[in-house]
T-cell receptor, first 115, second 115 residues
Framework: AQSVTQPDIHITVSEGASLELRCNYS??????LFWYVQSPGQGLQLLLK??????LVQGIKGFEAEFKRSQSSFNLRKPSVHWSDAAEYFC?????????????FGTGTQLKVEL | ETGVTQTPRHLVMGMTNKKSLKCEQH?????MYWYKQSAKKPLELMFV???????ENNSVPSRFSPECPNSSHLFLHLHTLQPEDSALYLC??????????????FGPGTRLTVL
């Protein structure tokens, strides 16, 4: 069965600093990978996704992620964090079952931005 | 209305009450999902519907009863809940057609408190 690990429960960075959120997955085939962000009281919004091809994918709000098959990782990065980036971030792996597109999520990383 | 909407946004109910959560998607999708989000736990997939047919039930207790009258609407009927059922319930939708990379679009969720 597939699984996703986000080893950092909380991360605090200063505004303007760079950010990297870690994600490791376990899946027997080529994974489809996603990063979602959730602001307080809101649903999840897709930041970016990886299907195939270029292993460095660009997303919204200046985020990017790099797929590394050898490390089973899909880490999320941003070169300069803004205070509005404070939120919870979820990594997910997608598989297609008879029931449709099924996502397995990590436990999330809570990002705090210090001004 | 655009995207995925959920009503009510907040719900407080006693263990003997019966209530329903409503989800509506305005995206022309044909797959809809219910997730449960509890504190410090990964999002748990509860149910999946494709073209109004339930295609996945992730061992959810029978006190949760889903209904999907058409591809745009999804309900979650609740009865005799337990305090541990208190959580954020998220609805999502996706287009099933082209494989497991399809993005799921999430609603803002219903914050449920069971007293």
């Amino acid at each position: 069965a597939q699984s996703v690990t986000q080893p950092d429960i909380h991360i605090t960075v200063s505004e303007g600093a760079s950010l990297e959120l870690r994600c490791n997955y376990s899946y027997g085939a080529t994974p489809y990978l996603f990063w979602y962000v959730q602001s307080p009281g809101q649903g999840l919004q897709l930041l970016l996704k990886y299907f195939s091809g270029d292993t460095l994918v660009q997303g919204i709000k200046g985020f990017e992620a790099e797929f590394k098959r050898s490390q089973s990782s899909f880490n999320l990065r941003k070169p300069s964090v803004h205070w509005s980036d404070a939120a919870e971030y979820f990594c997910a792996v997608g598989i297609l079952t008879g029931g449709g597109n099924k996502l397995t999520f990590g436990t999330g990383t809570q990002l705090k931005v210090e001004l | 209305e655009t995207g995925v909407t959920q009503t009510p946004r907040h719900l407080v109910m006693g263990m003997t009450n019966k209530k329903s959560l409503k989800c509506e998607q305005h995206l022309g999708h044909n797959a809809m999902y219910w997730y449960k989000q509890s504190a410090k736990k990964p999002l748990e997939l509860m149910f999946v519907y494709n073209f109004k047919e339930q295609t996945e039930n992730n061992s959810v207790p029978s006190r949760f009863s889903p209904e999907c009258p058409n591809s745009s609407h999804l309900f979650l009927h609740l009865h005799t809940l337990q305090p541990e059922d208190s959580a954020l319930y998220l609805c999502a939708s996706s287009s099933r057609g082209s494989g497991r990379g399809n993005e799921q679009f999430f609603g803002p969720g219903t914050r449920l408190t069971v007293l």
